[in-house]
């Protein structure tokens, strides 16, 4: 049983409770990436869980459960989370390094 398990949270205050842990990673993100001079740009995540990354069909029958996801358009399935991260990363737009070690 974790903390947010044994916290009594108003429903007011739960998504506020929710998000402060996500709030403080993007900050240390956009704090290092500044250091680093590496520009942020923050994405859109709704709608990634439901999203089939073959052919773009967005409905709530694409999880069955938490877990899982089975596109009703294509049958394309896989782990949930697996196909929420590639579609967040599809979305990107990100320089990513060459073979050289340069920037592509």
Known sequence: MG?????AVSKAHWRRQQSGAFSQLR???VYNARLAGVPVVVGDPRKTSRSCPACGVIDKRNRPDPAHFRCVGSGSA???GTIAAGNIAS????NRPDAAGGIA
Request: overall charge positive; aromatic content about 0%.
């Open 78 to 80: 896989g782990p949930a």
């Open 91 to 94: 979305r990107a737009a990100v």
């Open 27 to 29: 900050q240390c993100i």
């Open 3 to 7: 903390i947010r398990d044994r916290m």
